[in-house]
C-alpha cells in the first residue's frame, strides 16, 4: 500500500520559516517525482513546487520562487519543502503528492499526503 | 497563463440525481492532461479521471469525464451519499500546472 506520511506545519510569525517533511513507502520512491500542493482555507488547490525522481528537475509556481526550496533524500524515502519569508498569504494546508507516472513530470498527482497546516501570524 | 473555472459554485442535489460540473479553460486545452479531483472535508485530494475521461483505479463507473478545447465536464450519473464534497479540474503535463476554484456537491 502506497503511503505518504507529512510532519512538519504550526504557527510561525511573518518573516519566519518552517520545514515540512513527506515520508513515503509502498513505491519505488526514486522512479518517481514528487510535488507539494497547497490549500488555503476555503480556497482552491495551488501546486507549489515538483522535484523530479533524481532531484536534478526542480520547478516552483512563480508565487513561492526564491522563497521556498524543495528537496528529497531517495535513501529515506523522504522530500521536504522549506518555506522562507513566510507571510499571511502564505497560510494553507499544504499536501505533499506523488507523481502517477515513473521516470516522467507529469504532475497527475494520484496518492496524496494527510496534509499539514501551516499558520502565518503574529 | 491557463486559467480553469469551474461551475457552478455550489450544486445541491439528492441520492439518485445526476450530477453535471464544468471546467472551462481561457484557451483550447490538450485533453490529455485534463484531471479531476474528489476532496471531502478534513481530507486530501482523490484522483478521479485523468485525460479527461479515464477514470482512476478504484473509481466507480458512476463517474464519468468529457469534453475536449475549452470545455470539460465531470459527470456523476446517480449520486450516492458518498459522492458529496469539492471536486476540483487539473490541467497538468506542464509546469506551471493548474487547477480550477472547486464544485461543492452537497446531498
Known amino acids: 500500500e502506497i503511503q505518504l506520511l507529512q510532519s512538519g506545519g504550526g504557527v510561525v510569525p511573518p518573516g519566519g520559516s518552517l520545514r515540512l517533511s513527506c515520508a513515503a513507502s509502498g513505491f519505488t520512491f526514486h522512479t518517481n517525482a514528487m510535488s507539494w500542493v497547497r490549500q488555503a482555507p476555503g480556497k482552491g488547490l495551488e501546486w507549489v513546487a515538483a522535484i523530479s525522481g533524481s532531484g536534478r528537475t526542480i520547478n516552483y509556481a512563480d508565487s513561492v520562487k526564491g522563497r521556498f526550496t524543495i528537496s528529497r533524500e531517495n535513501s529515506d524515502n523522504t522530500v521536504f519543502l522549506e518555506l522562507n519569508g513566510l507571510s499571511a498569504d502564505d497560510t494553507a494546508m499544504y499536501y505533499c503528492a506523488k507523481d502517477s507516472t515513473p521516470l516522467y513530470m507529469t504532475y497527475l498527482f494520484d496518492h496524496w499526503g494527510q496534509g499539514a497546516l501551516v499558520s502565518v501570524s503574529s | 497563463e491557463f486559467v480553469l473555472t469551474q461551475s457552478p459554485g455550489t450544486l445541491s442535489l439528492s441520492p439518485g440525481d445526476r450530477a453535471t460540473l464544468f471546467c472551462r479553460a481561457n484557451?483550447?486545452?490538450?485533453?490529455?492532461?485534463v484531471a479531476w479531483y474528489q476532496q471531502k472535508p478534513g481530507q486530501a485530494p482523490r484522483l478521479l479521471i485523468s485525460g479527461a475521461s479515464s477514470r482512476a483505479t478504484g473509481i466507480p463507473e458512476r463517474f464519468s469525464g468529457s469534453g475536449s478545447g475549452t470545455d470539460f465536464t465531470l459527470t456523476i450519473s446517480r449520486l450516492e451519499p458518498v459522492d458529496f464534497g469539492v471536486y476540483s479540474c487539473?490541467?497538468?503535463?506542464?509546469?506551471?500546472?493548474?487547477f480550477g476554484g472547486g464544485t461543492k456537491v452537497e446531498i
Open positions: 484557451q483550447g486545452l490538450n485533453s490529455n492532461y
Open positions: 487539473q490541467y497538468y503535463g506542464r509546469s506551471p500546472n493548474t
